[in-house]
């Protein structure tokens, strides 16, 4: 700020000097507090802390700022727990201008003005180019708040030394994929040859609890109603799905220590490197580990079913906050990562499932398991739309909590099944009547 | 003691104002980043809001809403169970470690140190050390158990066994430092006293009883207060290794403060819950000093 | 154990020295203890060291089979470890040695010299270690971005220079320290700053000591407030980049790269802690603490 100003501080004398640059600094203060000199407008981009996809935001935004005289655009990581991050920053009006967020943290903030309607800088053609349910991530009636830049959901991991002492031939097309019963028969037999569990499921901590969610789908439950706001755990299917899973821990088929709150990690990956389980329901990530620690003796299947078919909707979007300077430059920052040429260099690089129907597999040409990249892209389609719109509602930071809670108990076996849905519902009503 | 000394300071030029410069840094420190703060977060407490600004005055409402909140029972419950389990038997280790290092004994300044090392690790290095450690399934707790022939312990994963493991791990990151002040304290005991005791004839325990016990008191009060205050505000380990789980069994109310701010955004909420626990630390303060008062009284 | 000294040399009442068995017992029980007290630790760096692999395995090792630096290599790479150490170091000390002053300035007013609401002023600053974080963690926020601190090493600098631990300690040494070592030096004519800094400091030795080792113990570990208003992976301290690597939500570290994270957290300060650990119990029983 200093060094920009035309005079010279000998020229001017001492005093004058330090008035000037008390005044151009409160103006600068008042005006865009914490962008450099000289007119550039800068934008800020937060994401997780993976460095291949820090590099690629960093890539893209060079690209930007190349096309955009005058820009500049920085790529930060999101510290700590994310809504305590966000909120306090939010408070400060310190928020980044662009933020990569997931479909389940979206909704409080669309819903609260935290974050700025991008419909104007978004080109026509991209809803075409989306699903329902992973437009309905970002879209809300009143405006477009985010648009999904990338996807990943659950399948079934085998290992195939375990699928041939039991003599399973795993499914490969969606549509043979394992009902519940069969699923649990093979984990039954997987336990044998594990003599240790049979299977795995892929939580990362209590922010995930919401991963489970599926299963109430598969089984044509509901998590809240057709109105994305009504508490609808009460249903036979609903109660129906938490006796299935009580019949996982009930039965010894998963280990206690692989649940939602307990932490650690990925343990369903650790379990299933390790020899201790033989199958795991689980998103891509678990690939390139599998690939160096255990390569040719892995495999995948699609994601269980029962009545019908779901998967973990899994994932990012990308938004601007209502802290952004420049929001329609930051919304066009958005609509060029969430173009399908950015997109298709985005998943190339960080190994990541397109959220744009029009990309596959062979387009964005993985550098490997190219056919498994696939099988994932197809099992996105099972994402169910209610299950999108409960998830990035205004209150799902509180229900998945809440889910967190009663499913841990009922799975642990401290309430039935039907107790776990009834306090469940009676804790879901308080939130939404708040 | 010191009217001469102020007298004496008097007579100089500003002389009063001396200890308002002394004290003027840390008075100013306190009043921007801690009373300003906290008045701002004790008016959050009668607000109905998700962060700052937006609130709307509700009076007593939001602890009027917590006699209906299931949670907090539990939660208080859970608080209670933590903060007592931790506490007496931190204490109750660093003091008999502290006596045992107090004597000639070959190799005390090793152990010394050793005991001491827990306390330098973060909350956070804790947390996710001890998660593995204790992990059911691949921790080498477990590996060990087993290996011994033993059964593997449901560490992190059955109710009861979650809140004893944090109770375990906190106890193992506070040991050294009880020992450490109660050391201190020990030492500067004169040890003239406890010399013409034992030729008086008194036993080590008896030496014990009436002669350093009670001179350790007021250390025994200042390490009580401080571990009730850590206990209650542990949040780090437990939201790492269980995240208040299984089920609620180790959800205490920190946690539950830090769930109802942010992941709830019920900022009103969560500072009218603070607030209860800072008026619970209060209350044992006074009537720790007011027990301290009476133990003086009677010597 | 902690019942059993007592009682046993209860029953050895009045011979000056325990029997030579039962000192060796209380070695051996030491010694023991000390092995769990140290073991999560030593168990971490085995972590650190071992390959993907056996860490996760369910039998029991003691040592990884084939030790190795891939996990450091492997994060060394990927993440700027050297700015975030150096930012720690930054913060830790400027942090530490800001804080000492000001807190034996403030215990030094609080224990020497009586004036109006000296009281009340002392009680504050004590309520203020009942006040969890997580509650004025927003305000608090708020007041360093009015500031204008934010991103800045000073925005976690200057909140937590007011450290009530140290104005605590150094009020309880500081009340020990004679009033006539002060007299002599203002019948001399010493000002009351010279009176402070050369005559009552320099017989503070073991209190700066105390006061240094503990500020920078927290400091370095500190966790909330430097998530909250540090940003950008250049600008972390180590225990919050540690953070960064296991709060992803699409994304689990392995955990290869969070062991080599944690134990660079942790290693430095133990380091500097078993050097002076000597002096540190010898400072915290001059202090008085009691």
Not at chain 1, 275 to 301: C, F, K, R, V
Not at chain 3, 100 to 126: D, I, N, T, W
Not at chain 3, 233 to 261: H, R
């Amino acid at each position: 700020m200093r060094a920009s100003h035309p005079l010279s501080a000998t020229a001017m004398g001492r005093r004058g000097f330090i008035a000037l640059a008390g005044i151009s600094i409160a103006g600068a203060l008042a005006a865009c507090s914490g962008s450099p000199p000289s007119g550039t407008k800068h934008i800020r981009l937060s994401t997780w802390n993976i460095p291949t996809d820090i590099a690629s935001y960093q890539a893209i935004a060079d690209a930007f700022v190349a096309k955009h005289p005058g820009t500049s655009v920085a790529v930060e990581v999101t510290t700590g727990q994310f809504h305590q991050w966000f909120i306090t920053r939010l408070a400060a009006d310190l928020a980044p201008d662009v933020i990569r967020i997931t479909p389940q943290q979206i909704g409080r903030y669309a819903a609260n003005g935290s974050l700025v309607d991008i419909s104007g800088a978004i080109p026509d053609d991209y809803r075409g180019d989306y699903s329902d349910p992973f437009w309905a991530i970002g879209a809300r009636e009143d405006g477009v708040y985010g648009v999904f830049q990338h996807t990943d959901n659950f399948i079934t991991y085998f290992n195939r030394g375990v699928m041939d002492r039991i003599g399973v031939t795993p499914p490969t097309a969606l549509a043979d994929a394992w009902t519940w019963d069969e699923f649990l028969e093979i984990a039954t037999e997987t336990k044998k040859v594990t003599g240790r569990y049979g299977f795995g499921y892929g939580w990362t901590g209590p922010e995930t609890a919401y991963r489970w969610m599926p299963l109430v789908y598969q089984n044509g439950g509901a998590f809240l109603g057709e109105d994305g706001e009504t508490p609808s755990m009460d249903t036979e299917e609903a109660v129906g799905a938490l006796a299935f899973g009580r019949r996982w821990y009930e039965e010894g088929l998963v280990s206690t220590g692989n649940l939602s709150k307990t932490g650690g990690g990925d343990v369903a990956r650790n379990l299933f490197l390790t020899g201790q389980i033989g199958m795991m329901l689980n998103n891509p990530e678990s690939m390139a580990q599998l690939d160096e620690e255990m390569p040719g003796e892995w495999g995948t299947a699609p994601m269980i079913r029962n009545a019908g078919e779901a998967s973990d909707l899994g994932g990012n979007a990308l938004a601007v906050t209502k802290s952004s300077r420049h929001p329609e430059l930051a919304a066009e920052l958005v609509a060029m990562i969430t173009s399908r040429e950015q997109m298709r260099f985005f998943c190339h690089e960080g190994n990541w499932l397109p959220a744009r129907s029009s990309l596959d597999a062979e387009d964005i040409g993985y550098a490997a398991n190219s056919d498994t990249m696939q099988r994932f892209i197809d099992q996105g389609a099972t994402i169910p739309l209610p299950m999108v719109r409960a998830q990035s509602g205004e209150y799902f930071s509180s229900l998945n909590a809440v889910f967190a809670d009663y499913l841990d108990l009922c799975l642990i076996g401290q309430l039935s099944p039907r107790d776990a849905s009834r306090q469940m519902m009676e804790a879901m009503r308080s939130v939404t009547a708040n | 003691m010191s009217l001469r000394t102020e007298r004496a300071a008097d007579r100089r030029r500003g002389g009063r104002l001396v200890p308002y410069v002394f004290a003027g840094p840390a008075a100013l420190l306190f009043l921007a980043f801690s009373l300003i703060p906290i008045v701002i977060a004790i008016g959050l407490s009668f607000q109905d809001t998700a962060s700052l600004g937006d609130g709307e005055w509700i009076g007593g409402g939001n602890f009027a809403s917590m006699t209906s909140d299931p949670l907090i029972g539990t939660a208080l419950m859970n608080t209670l169970v933590f903060t007592v389990g931790t506490v007496p038997t931190s204490m109750a280790i660093g003091l008999a470690l502290a006596i045992a290092l107090n004597r000639p004994l070959p190799g005390r300044s090793v152990f010394r140190a050793l005991f001491f090392v827990p306390m330098v690790a973060a909350g956070v290095v804790v947390g996710v050390i001890m998660s593995w450690i204790f992990n059911g399934d691949y921790g080498v707790a477990n590996n060990l158990l087993e290996a011994l022939g033993l059964g593997r312990l449901p560490w992190l994963t059955a109710p009861g066994w979650a809140m004893a493991t944090l109770v375990i791990v906190v106890v193992w990151t506070r040991i050294g430092f009880c020992m450490v002040i109660y050391l201190g304290a020990l030492q500067s005991i004169p040890s003239e006293l406890k010399e013409a005791a034992a030729i008086d004839g008194a036993s080590r325990w008896a030496r014990f009883r009436t002669i350093s016990w009670p001179m350790l008191r007021p250390t025994t009060s200042i390490l009580l207060i401080l571990n009730v205050v850590f206990s209650l505000q542990a949040f780090d380990v437990i939201y790492v290794m269980t995240g208040g789980g299984p089920g609620f069994s180790t959800t205490v109310l920190i946690q539950y403060v830090f769930r109802s701010a942010f992941v709830d955004a019920r900022m009103g909420y969560a500072a009218a819950l603070g607030l209860v626990l800072v008026a619970i630390l209060l209350v044992f303060t006074l009537l720790r000093q007011r027990a301290n008062r009476k133990a003086e009284e009677m010597l | 154990m902690t019942a059993t000294a007592p009682i046993r040399s209860s029953t050895s009442s009045r011979r000056r020295r325990r029997p030579r068995p039962a000192r060796w017992l209380l070695v051996a029980a030491m010694a023991a203890l000390a092995v769990l007290m140290v073991f999560p630790l030593y168990w971490m760096l085995v972590s650190a060291l071992t390959p993907g692999g056996q860490s996760q395995s369910g039998s029991f090792y003691l040592l990884p089979e084939a030790p190795t630096l891939d996990n450091y290599t492997e994060v060394f790479a990927q993440q700027p470890v050297w700015r975030w150490l150096g930012n720690s170091v930054l913060i830790a000390s400027v942090g530490t040695a800001l804080s000492v002053v000001v807190s034996l300035m403030a215990g030094y007013a609080l224990a020497k010299y009586r004036f109006r609401g000296r009281g009340v002023l002392y009680a504050a600053f004590l309520v203020t270690i009942m006040i969890p974080i997580q509650v004025t963690l927003v305000p608090s926020f708020l007041v360093v971005a009015r500031i204008g601190l934010v991103d800045s090493p000073w925005a976690v600098i200057l909140p937590t220079l007011f450290d009530v631990v140290g104005i605590f300690i150094a009020r309880q040494f500081l009340l020990g320290v004679p009033d006539a070592l002060m007299e002599a030096a203002r019948l001399d004519g010493a000002g009351e700053f010279a009176t402070f800094f050369r005559v009552v400091l320099p017989s503070c030795g073991p209190l700066v000591g105390v006061l240094v080792i503990l500020g920078f113990m927290t400091r370095w570990n500190d966790f909330l407030w430097p998530l909250v208003v540090l940003q950008g992976n250049e600008n972390l301290t180590v225990p919050v980049a540690l953070s960064t690597l296991t709060n992803n939500p699409a994304f689990s570290s392995p955990y290869g790269a969070v062991m080599a994270i944690a134990t660079i957290t942790v290693l430095p300060l133990l380091v500097v802690f078993l050097a002076f650990q000597r002096q540190f119990v010898q400072g915290i029983a001059s202090t008085g603490i009691k």
